[in-house]
Every structure is written in structure tokens, then in C-alpha cells.
């Protein structure tokens, strides 16, 4: 493995992130993990995700949005929308990334984002999304929402700008809300959650995911007792499994 950090200039800010390379001489196709909020360090997913995926010749991406740890400015969702535009048309020229061969990978809000973005961005060819948010404009309204809050912004972890937080996800979210878009999505994509997820309700999930096209590739697993994060090793590692398989099938030829 072969380890790159980047700082990709975003407006005026940066974003952080490390591209994890297969040791070969080729280009490789190209997965991009989207974090929840703020999900894990972008460091840690050498062990997740990406060890085993460049085992199979796959680039692996993780990055912090802007407003979150060391990537500079503040985070809005409008702008962590764009962000994901700026790094693939960054990476896309990279030597060592087949520009043709693109995936996205998202977790929890994450989950949201890629879809939002995969509707928009012919570039990417399949997603794989484990226990997403689907309906953006919900988050304000759940009784853990301030609790949440103080847990993104716990030792500066997320910075937002100076305004209630309620209203600002309730105005930003509904521009991008994957309730809304799920039904243009047109590359394959698999979904995967657990019955045990304490923030989000599976049965509500896969009802979002049938209102996919009925022609799509697509395929819905629920992992029985898993929670939100897939924290027992076990449910993690089904959950991984299915989706590397996935992307092993999508990007190599």
C-alpha cells in the first residue's frame, strides 16, 4: 500500500484527505469514502477499508469535509455537497486512477451525500451506502438532534458558522435531500443497515430503498442486531464484505 496525503483547494479553504494506492504500476479504479458526521479520521480507514480493497488492485479516498477536523473553514452541507465534486474532478487526473472506474462509499449521512451526489454526477459509476440517512430534512426533528450537536462539535471537531443549528440543517438539507432524488438515481448501488440501528429505523430505509427504479442494479441487505456503526466485528465484517464484493464486481474488469 502506498499511502498519499493531499490538501485539495477548496474555494478558500482546504480539504484534507489520504488517497490509499494498490502497489502496482497501472491505474486503479477508485473508491470514495463520504464520512458520517464527522465519522473517523481519514487515517483510520487504511485498516477499514482500504487494506483490503487495494488487496484487489481498488484505490481507496477518505477525506474531511470542510469545518471538520483538519480540513479548514466551516462545515455547511451545501458545501460538503461541492466538496465531493472537487475531489473527483481532482483525483480523476491523478496518474495512478483510472478516471473511468469511479465508486462511492458512504456511511450514515455520508450514505445521504453520495446518493444526493451520484444523481448529479454521470462520473460515478456505482455506490455502496451502509446505514444512510434518508431523508435529510428529519435530522433536526430527532430528540437526539442536540445531543448530536454537541457531539460534532466536541474538541472542535466540526465547526459550523454562528446560527441556530436547527434551522440551518432544515434550510441547507432540503436542496439536497436523498428522500427526493432516490427515485433519478441510474448506476448500480447496494444498501445495507442493521435492525438494531438506534438512530435510524431499518423498516423506514428499506422503504426509501423500493422507491429506487425498478429496472436499477440494486440490491438491500439488514444485518439482524446490527447497530448504527456495525460496532461488533462480526456485523462489521458481513457489512464490508458486501460491500467489497460489490465494488470488485463494478470495477474490475
Known sequence: MKIENTNINFRNETINGVLFLPNRKKPSPLVIHLNGMPGLEPETEGERFAQELNH?????YAFDYTGVRNSSGLFEYY????????????????????PNKIALLGESFGGAMALCHAVRDSRVQCL?????????????????????????????????PEVNLKSF???QSSHYNPSKLI?????????????KDEILDAKEIEKWFKKLPE???KDFQIIENADHNFSNKVHFQKMKNYIIDFFKQQLIS
Open 56 to 60: 484487489f488492485g481498488i484505490a481507496y
Open 128 to 160: 455502496a451506502i451502509r446505514s444512510p440517512v434518508y431523508d435529510t430534512k428529519q435530522i433536526p426533528n430527532l430528540k437526539i438532534f442536540d445531543g448530536l450537536s454537541l457531539m460534532w462539535k466536541l474538541n472542535k471537531q466540526m465547526r459550523f
Open 169 to 171: 440543517f432544515q434550510n
Open 215 to 217: 429496472d436499477l442494479d
Open 79 to 98: 458545501y460538503s455537497q461541492e466538496n465531493i465534486n472537487t475531489i473527483i474532478s481532482f483525483l480523476v487526473h491523478h496518474p495512478k486512477i483510472l
Open 183 to 195: 427515485s433519478e438515481l441510474k448506476c448500480p448501488i447496494r444498501m445495507i443497515t442493521g435492525t
